[in-house]
Every structure is written in C-alpha cells, then in structure tokens.
C-alpha cells in the first residue's frame, strides 16, 4: 500500500551509507539498555547510520516506527519485536517497498519467512533447558523448587518455564512447588520470595527467569536468616554484572547467559543483506553458561 | 423588562479550535524539520496508526463528558483480541467473532455501568475493578499471543482503499463512521444531550426529570462497546490477540481526550475535539520515530515535553481569545 | 388563635387533584414532615407556607418522588401514585421548580427548558426550531435574552426564570413553585402572576412557595401552613388576615411585623467616607461610577434584573478586577486584587449565588461560619476550637439558626438556614464594609426583620453595609441612601429619608435621560 | 459516619488475612529475633509502606479535586538520585537530602502547573509521568545501579524493632493526621476542594493551598522512591514505582475518599493501603497461579468496593430498612 514506486533507498543510495533503521522494545531492563547500546555503538563503528526508536513497550509503536522506516527509505529495517505475533501487515508494507528486515532478539509467528530475512537471537526455551540441566545434574535428592517467573505473557517467562519444566520432567523428585510472577524486577523477586519464605517450608532451588529477581530473593533469604547459594540455591537467567558478582561471590549458583551484545552481528548481517549476499535463516547468538568458578574468571572482562 | 444578553462567544469552541491549531503548527514544524514529512501518506498513516485510539476516545469522551471515567477501555481492547483470536483459533467464523467480541465489550461496560449508577461505586474503582478482570481474563484464555490467521481478518486487516496518491485503510473508514455517527448522537439526539445535561450537573439532571440514571449506564456500554471495536481494528492492526496488548493505553486516551478540550469534570467537550486529541498525540509519536536519534530515556522526556509544549500553547491561545473578549475572571 | 378546622375540606362538585395523607419523611436526627395532609385542587392557586426549616421543600420533594417516603400515600386525581424520581412525577403530569436553581449551567438557555421534550425532526433534534420555541417561552416570561447563549453566564434570577419558563412549557395538570421569586423584582414577578393566573383559569393546580405576605395575598386562593414539619392550618386566603397567618407560621403572637422603624433617626455619618469609588468599572459588566460608602452608612443598590448590581459590588469586593477607575479606603488608593485583599481590608461580600458561590456544602455548619477568619489567619493558625465554638454558638443563637448544631453539614439544612449561616460567615469577620448581595433570599418574615434588625444594628455600631435587594421595599425600609442602577450605568442616587418605593420605581422605569439626583 | 462506612471493608481485610491462616497456619506468628520483629504482618505493612505514604499525599490532593499520576516517576527519580549519588561516593545522608529536594522542586512544578497555569492535574501530571521517568532513566542511564551501603539500607530494609520503613510511614500519618487537625490545612483543602469559587471568594489562598499538597505529595513519593530502592539496594529507573500511582489512588478510593474532591478519610486511606498490599501478599502465599492473579485481585476489588458503596453498606447494616434515595440525590446535589 504505502510506498510504491521507491525501491532502494533515497536516504542512502547517495553516499553509499548504508541507514538501518531499527525498532527497539523500549528500556525495560539493564539487558535491554546494554542491547540497545550494543547496537548504537556498533553501528558507528561500521560507519553506518541508525535511525533508532523506542517503542516504549508497546507493539503498536514499533509498528508505527517501522512505518515510518519505510516511509524514510531506511535500507534495511531491524527490530526486536516486543511480541511474536502481529507483523504480517506492517512487514509486508516494508516487502512491498523493497526493505529487507532483520529480526533481533526474537522471532515472530508467521507463516511466510518471505517477510524478513533473518533472525539474529537467542533462544529461550534453551536457556530454561540450560537451566534445568545444571539442576538435574547437581541436584543429589529431591529438591524443592520455588520458580519466580517474569512478566505474565512476556515471551522469555513462557520459554523459560517450558525449556526449565521440560528438563526436570525426567526426574520425579524435582519438583516445583511455588511459581509466581515477579514482574523481572528486584523489588518483585524480593516480596514473592518474603511470601514462598513463610508458606513454604524447606525450599532448596529458586528458578529466577532473570538475575534482577534471582537478586531481589537474595536480599528476602538473607533477611530471612538463610545463606543464599547455600541453604537455598539459586539458578537465574541472563549474566548481567550484578548477577556475575553475586555469583562470583557464591550467592547464586549458576547463571545461564542471554547476550545482549547483538550488535555487531547485526551490523554484519546487515552490510551483506544491503550487497544482497545470502544469509541464514536463523543467527543464534554465542552464548554460554557460567557456574560460580567460571564467573570469577569471566568478571574482569564483562562488559555489561 | 430589561434585556439581559450576556456577550455572545463561541467560548465553547475555543479550545477545540485552539487544539487544532497547535496541532497544525506542529505540523508545519516536523514537515519543516525532516524530510518526507509533509507527505499525504504520512497524514494517512496517522490516521491509519489510530484508527483504534481514535474510536476508544469516542467512548472515552461520552464517559468524561458525564463526567466518570474509563480506566478499562485498554484491557477491553486486549480482551477484545485475545477473544477474537481464541474464537478464530477454534474455528468461528469471523462475523461471529465479531459479534461475540462486542457483545463482551458491551456486556462488560454494562457491568461497570450498573455498578457505578445503581451502586454508587465511584467510576475510578468500579472501571479499575473492570481493567483487573478484562486483563486477567486475557491471561485465562491464554498466557502467550495468539496470531490470527483467519482469511476474512487477513483480508480486512491487509487491504487497502486508495484515496489519490494516498490510501487507508478499512479502520480509518470505521473510524470515522463512528466518530460521525457519535456527534451525531451528542448533538442531535436527546440522549446525547444527556449526557451534557448530566455532566453539567448530574442532581439538576435528575430533578430537570431527565432519564440521568439510564445515561449514565448508557455512556459505560458505549465506552464499553467502543472499546471492543476499537479492539477488533487493532486486531486487524495486529493480527493476533495478547493479554499484554494496549498497556497503558487508557491514559493516552484519556490524554488525547483532555487535550482535545473536553473537561475532566464533565458537561464540556466535544469528540471533534477528541479526534484531534489523538492526532495530536499520534504526531508526537510520528515525530519521534522521525527524529531517530533519541535513546530511550530522551524519548520519554521529549513526549513529556511535547505534550506540555502542547498544553501550554492551546492554554495561550484559549486565554489570549477570552481576554480579548473580555471574559476571563480571576 | 388559628383554625385548624378546613374551611376548604371539600370544595363542592371538586375532587383533589393531589392528595397526599399521613406523609411522614425523616433525616437522621430530624423528622422533617410529621403526619401531613395535603391537598391541592385543580384550578387553584395553593401557597404552602412556613418558617426556614418548616418542611415545605421536603413536602415538594415527596410529592415529586426525589425523597422516598417513611409513611403516607400520595393520591393524584384519585389514584394511588408512587414516583421513584422526578421522571416519573413529570411524566404524571407534575411539573417541579425546585427551590435551588435545578439547571444546567453548561447547556444554552434554550437546552434548558427544552431539555427531555425537544422539537425534532427525523429523529433528530431540531436545533433551530428549540431555539424559536425557547425564545417565545422566554418573551411570555417577558425575557429577551439569547436561547443559544450559556445558561451559567446568566445571573442567578434569569436562571430562576429560565427554570419557571420550563416547568411552564409543558401542559402540566400540576404546577409546583418553590420560592420562585425569591430573586426576581416587582416586574418580573408581576409578569410570572400573569401567567400563573392564565394557567389556573385553564385548570392547572398550582403550588406556590413563598416567603413574601403579599404575594400570598396577591395570587393565592388557599394557604397551608406548615410548622416544624406539621401542618398548622389549612385556609381560604380572602377569609385570612396577615396577622393569623404569621402567628399560624411562628406559632406565637408576634410584634415581628412591627418592622424596622429605625431609619427616621439617623445619626450624621461620619464625614470621611470610608471608601470611595472614582469611576471605577469594567467592560461588559459595569460602565464607570462614582460612589462613596460612609461608616456606619446603609446604602442600598436598587435596578431591575441584570441592571449591574452584582457586578458592581463585585469589583468593590475585589471578585472580579476592574479595568477603570480606582478605589480609596480611608482616603488612601487600595487596589482590590482578590477577595482576600479586600478582606484583609475589612470587605466582606455576601454571594448571592449561596450555592455555587457561597457555601461549601459538604462541610459542617462550623466551618462555614468560620471558613472566611479562618482564611485570613492563613492555614497554620487555626481557630482555636474554643473560639470557634463560641463564635458559632452565638451566631447560632442570634441569627436563629435550625437546627443549631455547628455540627450538621451545611448542605442539608433548609435554604433559608444557609442564607444565615452564610451571613454569619461574613459577620464573624467583622467587617468594615460589608457588601450583602440578595441577603434575604429565601429567608421567612420573622428572620427576615431579624437580618434587616442585625444590618440595622452593624450600621449603628459604625459598620458601612452596601445592601442589593430585589424587593425595593426593604431596600427603602433600611437603607440611609439609595443608588440607583440601569442598564448597567448608575442613574441616580437618593436620601433614603425622601425615598420612597414609588420615587425608585419612577427612577428605574424612566426613560433615557440620566437624571442625578442627591440629598 | 465515614467510620461506620469502613467497617466493611476492615471486614474484608480480616476475611483476606484469616484466609492466608487457612493456607499458612503460621500466618499471624510474630518472632522477635535480634531485636527485631518479623512476620507475615510485618511483611505486609513493610511492603506496603511506600504505597500508603503516597496514598497519603494523594488523599490531601484528591480532597483538592486533583490527582497526581507523577508520583511513580518521581519515586524512581529520588531512588535514582540518591543511587547515583552514592554510587559515584557520595554520602548516603546527603544523596537523600538531594533526593528530596529534588521531589519537593518536581511537587513545586506540578502545583504551578495546576494551580497557576490552570491545567487540569490529570493532564499536568501526566506531563512529568512521563518525562519524570526519562529523568530518572537518564541518571541511571538505563542501568540498574546497584549500592552497598548499610546506612541507606536502613530506610527500606533496616529495623527498629519494626522496620523502619513502616515506622516512617506511619509517623507521617501521624502527622499528617495531626497537621489536618491542629492547624487549618484539613479544612481549607476541603473547602477549595468542594467549592473553588466560594473559597477563592472567602478569601481563601487555594494557590498556596493546592501548592502545598502537590509539593507535600512529591515528598512522600520521594520518600517511598528512596524505601524502594533502599529495599533491594539498587535504583531501577523502569520498574520503580511502577502503576504506584493507581495503587495509591485505589487505596484513598477504596479508604472512602471521593475523587470529586471535599471530604476525605486518612484512617480510610490507611486500611485501602492495606488491603492492596494484602491481597498482592495473599496472592503469593495461598498460591494463586499468576494467570488468574489479576482476576482474583479484580473479584477481591469488586468486592470490597461493593461492600464500601454508600448503596450496598446500609442495606447491609440495617437490613430492613429501605436504602432512602433522597440521601443520594443531596449527596450529589451537595457537589
Ligand atoms: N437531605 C437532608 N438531610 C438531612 N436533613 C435535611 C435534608 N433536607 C432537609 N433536611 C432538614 O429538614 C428540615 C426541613 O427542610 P426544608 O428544606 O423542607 O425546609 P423549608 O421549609 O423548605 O425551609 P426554607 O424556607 O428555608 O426553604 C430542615 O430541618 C432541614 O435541615
Ligand atoms: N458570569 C457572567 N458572564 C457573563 N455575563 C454575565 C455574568 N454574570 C452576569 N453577567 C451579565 O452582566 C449583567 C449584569 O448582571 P448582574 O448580575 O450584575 O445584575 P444584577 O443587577 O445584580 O441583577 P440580579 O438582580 O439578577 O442579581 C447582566 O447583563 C448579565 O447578563
Ligand atoms: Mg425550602
Ligand atoms: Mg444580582
């Protein structure tokens, strides 16, 4: 509908600098200001301009800003979309104007992968599997687990739940006993694990889908005249600095990482689309885990 | 006899009018600022982008012109596309969906309605109670987003209506229709008048002997019901149904509204005024995607900032004009 | 002295047309109507009568459905009836005025009294066509004023007039009127009796509240009288004499009708005024004029409706800024930038609006009294309780106010109880210049001569009073000087000791030319 | 009367806590330990302490007929600012006296924006919602500061017997409850809030007036921003306070205030503040799934309003008594 006629890109074709015009989430998180800075920073390194918009959490502004993308001309249009569903209409507005896209972070449910050209991310339900794994093998005896999950609905507390679940069903004495939502943030973590405190007795594990809330029950254990990391073990998701420190301090046990760092890769991904190489389908990005030796070595260099 | 005509003003007008104009001027301001702004497109896409806001605050504007408020006509909008896609998902066709999408709405916004006239729970709660259960039964139907794949939805949803060099798209066409058919209502028919009547003061209302009571549920099923059509365009808009869809966005409604110069007290306003409201907003929204080099956080400080620079300047206007006439009073 | 027997019990060949038996209503704390009986016929003009508090507003709103009742039943033209809400009662026939303006100030003039029963066409409202009907009910009204234009921006007795113009639109059997000429002056009201006549001599039953004796004698054909919430006494009005009605009201044998007889012995004011007024004015409301106020000085303002009254004692009162002229106290300019400056300079104004403008309606008693010193101590230094309650407990006694309980929320009392409250409010201060605007509003004969005795008593004791009244009578009675206003000038100026009713009348009715007249 | 009208919701209060007995029997069990006092209770009204000092504040703005919806941003600008302080060495005392001060410039903006601008507060407080959060956000610049410090700990985490937190909100109470009585400001804020025009004509200061609550409000809410974020040691720009604001406005709305200003209740306020945080913390310990979470909080809402609804309450109270409608229409006509 929008946009016939101009194929190639007026803001850039000129000069020969590449415009990618990217759609972040918003600035939710410390993961997704290092992600955002990540990008920024490395499209000035490759000499290419960003047009960057924050959605502010909100779906329809994203699409809004992609519109607008394709309404600027952008030679390539990335973004995270905030949810899977619900891109068809704006990105076959961008297929028809010729601008290929880039998927970060997370992909989206739709039938034709014709609509954009790649996905560069990481997968959350390997990172629940990731998680379970380290507690199927370090777990001698039945462990009870309390889950402190993310944001209701929000895509990696969905997935970080069924790749987690997914794993321990293999062993009978696991089991979760408590799983609540703590919003990802600190000072939810903190009041969820205060309540599991009280009502539930005996907690070995805390599940946290991300390192702010894995902190947040540190503080809530402590306070509760428990050892983090010992009494209680703690498995998060994510490795931001505050999370390593606290395990390289042993108050949480194993971290499995989500890179944020996505910047580069993009940038790459991005240059070859332009000069319309070939590129996968599906860019996982490098991601580890860290156990608490692992941690003391890897602080130093930690970026974020 | 003496002849008392007390300065005649179209008074009433004035912040509309001044809304419009601020709206104009920034405008102008970004078609200056970037390039490819001043595109019919773009006006096009503003419409296009909020379709769905701009029938929300039609509701919206009943409810605060009789001086309640709607803190649930965003949840409803979720509520509206989980349903949708749920139904779709197990095989109704679309015109059911449909169907069955608004009656919630209505059915919903009756509730609230009841609640507030035959209880007396003030509107604030009882449409918070409203936004908790609309969002919370979102999740009951499903915790994760469910695309719509439905043809009749794909087909609404993708076409478009060329207009010239631009074109829209069937939302805005709904769009409008309602907000037409709402003035009509305010303006022209007895229940509309009302609603004035009842937000200019809702005791004399009831002693003029005027139907107060049945207007003031009246207004909540509307907004209700605007709410579940606004949440099938965004289902068109979308394309799938989420329980975390539309956060927040009662606020920006209920923004779009007060700028548009309707009074939060109730008894004045007008949903020309709202509708310009929502362009308003949806320029600020166009401007920043258009800056492109705002982080996060200067996002967030430059919406504030607009929206004030906004305010302030159709509090100028509005303030200049009745000096001029002669009418403040302070 | 009364005779509670019924001379009118029956009327031959005429059944009721409104019927209420036993009725019984009760507030927390106060039984407002006791076991009343009440009848109204078609084709008669009714006045119900009473003091402030006597229960008469409650009656009306038991008849119309907005109070439910504890007891009794309601009969209209035979039938048993039970309203729900004024819809129900209008919908029977039963058209209300309520005693506080009942409008909408943010809708036109025309909305207002159309409002419910609009003109339409193809379903829709004809707005042009409201309008033409609106304006030919307002010229029967004898008003000429815009029916597009915002009710709110019309003083408060076009808004009663506008209220009477709708309760009379319609083809009501019943006709009810509560204080409707509460603020209108002797035209207007003359003009609103014409018309009550038309309607009874088509058969409509009429409803009359008022607080004015003549006026019951002038229009009305039966009397009841209420008193704390019984009634007292059913009457033929020719058959009645003034003296039995106001001892029927009061429930004792009064000299109250003794009025203020003070003015004959006025004492020299003092020669300094204490404020004057160098063609001071504002456009569109007031054109520029001179005045000046002596302490222990009552002046009145005397003009027909929407003549300027309001609006010039409301730039004296600092209320609203006027662009010309200025304003000496004491011989030293003064600039009046809010009602607070003026009343940090000793002037206090009295709203006549007691309603959107006066009283704070959810609020007690007490602290309306004392919301104004209050203010002026600033909000860190209270009222100490104690004086508060003294202050309150004496105003309480003096003005007579029911019930006299600081305690009650101000809304709930009857309307001539606010009005004393109110003055009470702008007593407590102790003014120097005390501006009352339509102070006797709505207020029963007795404590009608009482405010008139306590403005009679502040001037004596060195207080300067500017009094409005619409009823020139009063104004005549307590006023040492009387302007007069017209069409927003002031006209002329009187000695209240030459002036009588008939020279103001003759003042405000003439024609063009400005005459200047001063004693 | 305003106290008969909150006996059922206190009721529901107790119905909500004698339910968690059911599902935890060591509900009510208090354990002094180190001096210090812990419990499931004290849980409640320590995570509860920041939303009833704003709730608080809003009740005296809300008896004005405003609203303030900045409050959340301006709780995570002062956990922001003494964070950043103290991360970048500052000391903890002087990080919150910036804090405050910064709150007490941020209640000043939005009072001049309602008060002499004239810009309805809905609006003018939305402004700096907005924005507010940017700010906050562009000190921490999107990050998470994290601190160590024992004496900022103390404000959110710490204890005097109680915790601390839940001392000072309480002595705000106290004070504001006292400053309402013992000087003018309680009944001057009704009188603005019920009659603007009879007050400004009264000679009433409504400017000053309505200055003073915003100013009054943005000092509890920086004051909950600092117990936030000293709570869990660390400023989170984002989440902070988040929807804090319709919290604290459900907490004077349910506590009997009405939002069309005038007459208000600050023992209301105190057991809306309460009830909230008690149904969040029911939610976690009778283990209510997250995906019904919001259903259950609605029915709980619902509930407790109905019982508080000047309609239902009578009934309830003297049964056969009929509810009198003419009460109501004088309420509304009172407006
Ligand atoms: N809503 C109410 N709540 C409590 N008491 C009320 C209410 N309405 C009226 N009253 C009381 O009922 C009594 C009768 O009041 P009403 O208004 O009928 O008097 P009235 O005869 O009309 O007086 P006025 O001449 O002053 O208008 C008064 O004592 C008044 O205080
Ligand atoms: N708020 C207002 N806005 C616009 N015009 C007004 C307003 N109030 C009064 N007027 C106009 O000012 C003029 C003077 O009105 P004012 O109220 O002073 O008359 P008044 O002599 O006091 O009459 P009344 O006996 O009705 O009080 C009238 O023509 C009126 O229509
Ligand atoms: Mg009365
Ligand atoms: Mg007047």
Known sequence: ACGEGGSGGAAAGDDGTITIGFAQVGAESGWRTANTKSIQEAAEAAGIELKFSDAQQRQENQIRAIRSYVQQRVDVIAFSPVVETGWDTVLLEAKRANIPVILTDRAVDSDDTSLYETFLGSDFVEEGRKAGEWLVENATGPQKVVELQGTTGAAPAIDRKEGFEEVIASRPDIEIVASQTGDFTRSGGKQVMEAFLRSTPDIDVVYAHNDDMGLGAIEAIKAAGKVPGKDIKIITVDAVKAGMEALAAGEINFIVECNPLLGEQLMELAKKVVAGEEVPERVVTEETTFTQEEAKAALPDRQY | MTVIAPPRVPSRFLPVIATFVVFVLTFGAGSVRYEGFASGQIVANLFIDNAFLIVLAVGMTFVILTGGIDLSVGAVVALSTMIAAAALRAGWPAWLTMLAVLATGSVLGLGMGLMIHKLRVQPFIATLAGMFLARGLCFVISVESVSIKDPAFRAIATESIPLGDVSITYSVVVALLVVAFAAYVLHLTRFGRTVYAVGGNESSATLMGLAAGRVKVGVYVISGFCSALAGLLFSFYMLSGYGLHAVGMELDVIAAVVVGGTLLSGGVGYVVGSVVGVLVLGTVQTIISFEGTLSSWWTKIVIGVLLLAFIALQRLIVHRQRDLQGLSRD | ?????????????????????????????????????????????????????????????????????????????????????????????????????????????????????????????????????????????????????????????????????????????????????????????????????????????????????????????????????????????????????????????????????????????????????????????????????????????????????????????????????????????????????????????????????????????????????????????????????????????????????????????????????????????????????????????????????????????????????????????????????RDRHKIAELSGADAGVDDVMELIASGSTRVEVRS | MSNRRLLWPALALVALLLLNLVFTPSFFALRLQDGHLFGSLVDILRNGAPTLLIALGMTLVIATRGIDLSVGAVAAIAGAVACTHIADGGGPVTAMALALVLCAVLGLWNGFLVSVVGIQPIIATLVLMTAGRGIAMLLTEGQIVTIDDDVYRQVGAGFLVLPIAILISLAVLGGVALATRRTALGMLVESVGVNPEASRLAGVRARTIIWTVYVFVALCAGVAGLMISSNVSAADANNAGLWIELDAILAVVIGGTSLAGGRYSLTGTLLGAVIIQTLTTTVYTIGVPPEVTLVFKAVVVIIVCLLQAPRVAPALRRAPAPPKAEQEVEEVAVR
């Open chain 3, 1 to 485: 002295m009364t005779d509670p027997t019924n001379p009118a019990r029956t009327r031959p060949g005429n059944e009721p047309l409104v019927d209420l038996r036993g009725i019984t209503v009760e507030f927390p704390g106060v039984k407002a109507l006791q076991d009343v009986d009440f009848r109204l016929f078609p084709g008669e003009v009714h006045a119900l009568m009473g003091e402030n508090g006597a229960g008469k507003s409650t009656l009306i709103k038991a008849l119309t459905g907005v109070h439910a009742l504890d007891t009794g039943e309601i009969h209209l033209a035979g039938e048993p009836v039970s309203f729900a809400g004024p819809a129900q009662a209008q919908a029977a026939g039963i058209s209300t005025v309520y005693q506080e303006v009942n409008l909408c100030p943010n809708l036109s003039v025309a909305e207002n009294i159309l409002l419910g029963r609009e003109p339409r066409r193809f379903g829709a409202i004809n707005g042009w066509a409201m309008r033409a009907r609106a304006a030919k009910l307002l010229s029967r009204m004898g008003l000429t004023i815009d029916p597009g234009s915002a009710l709110g921006n019309h003083p408060i007795a076009v808004q009663q007039l506008v209220a009477i113009a709708r309760a009379v639109a319609v083809d009501a059997r019943v006709l009810i009127l509560d204080e409707p000429t509460s603020s209108l002056d002797a035209g207007e009201v003359a003009e609103l009796f014409r018309i009550i006549r038309v309607l009874r001599d088509e058969g409509v039953a009429i409803l009359f509240v008022t607080h004015f004796l003549e006026q019951v004698f002038q229009i009305s054909d039966r009397v009841t009288v209420l008193r704390n919430g019984k009634v007292v006494g059913e009457h033929d009005t020719p058959k009645l004499s003034r003296i039995t009605l106001v001892s029927a009201m009061l429930g004792r044998e009064l000299g109250v009708l003794a009025e203020v007889e003070r003015r004959t012995e006025r004492r020299a004011a003092d020669p300094a005024p204490l404020l004057v007024a160098e063609g001071l004015g504002r456009s569109g409301a007031i054109e520029p004029f001179d005045l000046e106020i002596h302490a222990g000085e009552v002046v009145g303002l005397a003009g027909l409706l929407g003549s300027g009254r309001t609006e010039l004692a409301r730039l004296l009162a600092g209320a609203d800024r006027a662009d010309t002229g200025r304003v000496l106290l004491d011989g030293r300019p003064l600039r009046l930038r809010s009602p607070r400056t003026a009343l940090a300079k000793g002037i206090a104004y009295s709203s006549e609006d007691r309603k959107a403008e006066g009283l704070v309606s959810d609020l007690t008693v007490r602290d309306n009294m004392i919301l104004a010193m209050q203010a002026a101590r600033g909000w860190a230094r209270q009222v100490p309780r104690r004086t508060a309650d003294e202050l309150v407990a004496s105003y309480l006694a003096r003005l007579d106010i029911r019930p006299a309980n600081p305690d009650a929320v101000v809304g709930t009392l009857s309307g001539g109880n606010q009005q004393k409250v109110l003055l009470a409010r702008w007593l407590i201060t102790r003014p120097r210049l005390l501006i009352l605007d339509e102070p006797t509003r709505g207020i029963d004969v007795g404590a009608k001569a009482q405010i008139q005795q306590v403005v009679a008593d502040l001037a004596a004791d060195g207080m300067a009073v500017l009094f409005i009244s619409a009823e020139l009578e009063e104004v005549v009675r307590i006023c040492d000087r009387i302007v007069v206003l």
